[in-house]
Every structure is written in C-alpha cells, then in structure tokens.
C-alpha cells in the first residue's frame, strides 16, 4: 500500500518560488549562467516533490524521497511517535511520525493518512508500540 507524503501549506510557495526564480532570468536581460546551477536545482526540487512517499508491502516498510530508498523490515520497528522534529528527512511536512527501528535507528516521515499507516503496520506486527501525546 502506497501513502504520499503529507505536504504543508507553506512548502507549495516554497518549492514552487525557486523553480520560477530559477527560471527569470529566461525572461529578463540577467546574465543566464545562473540557469546552469539553476536548473539541476529545480530538477532536484521537483524530484523530492514527486517521488517522496512510503510503501508498505509484504514485510517491509519503504521509504522513498529521490535519491533515498530506506527499506525497513517491519518486524524490527519499535515504536512509532508523533512529532514535529525539523530534522532534515524525508517528510515534505513539519507533521511528522519518528519510527524507531533495528539498533537504536531512526527516522522520520510524514504519510498523509497517518492512521491508515499506523493501521497497516501494527496488522503485520502488533507489537509497534504507537506513543500517544499526553
């Protein structure tokens, strides 16, 4: 099952503000060097939009966010919490879930319909312990 990650209302005028900055000077009189480091910049921008997301299948929990593709069996994950931890992850929100896993690993992601998330992992391992907030 695939879960898309949750994006905040901030990061659409964020990441869309420096793909078209990147490409004004296309319109205006500016010197167009700024376009050679420009545009692998959007490419990269828009490939983390795109391709950031969690698959749960068979046994295993996969992340995905560009060029990062965690695997994690889900029989190793520990404990699942809610938090809002800027870490740099991938999660394109703020709204975020620590999984804590393997030996003392840890990371952090953002699926846009965290309880059917939280649903489908604990049916293929029932001992995840999901930490409420007080």
Known sequence: MKFQSKKDWWTYPVFFGIIIAVFIPLFTDQDLTSIYIGVPVAGLILWIWFTTYYVI??????????????????????????????????????DRLEILYGNGKMVLISPENREKFLEELKKLNPSIVIVQKK
Not at 79 to 85: G, L, V
């Open 57 to 94: 299948e068979r046994n295993s929990l996969v992340v995905r966010s560009a060029f990062i593709h965690k695997i994690i069996p889900v029989y190793e994950i520990k404990s699942i919490r809610r938090t809002f931890n800027p870490l740099s992850s991938p999660a394109l929100s703020l």
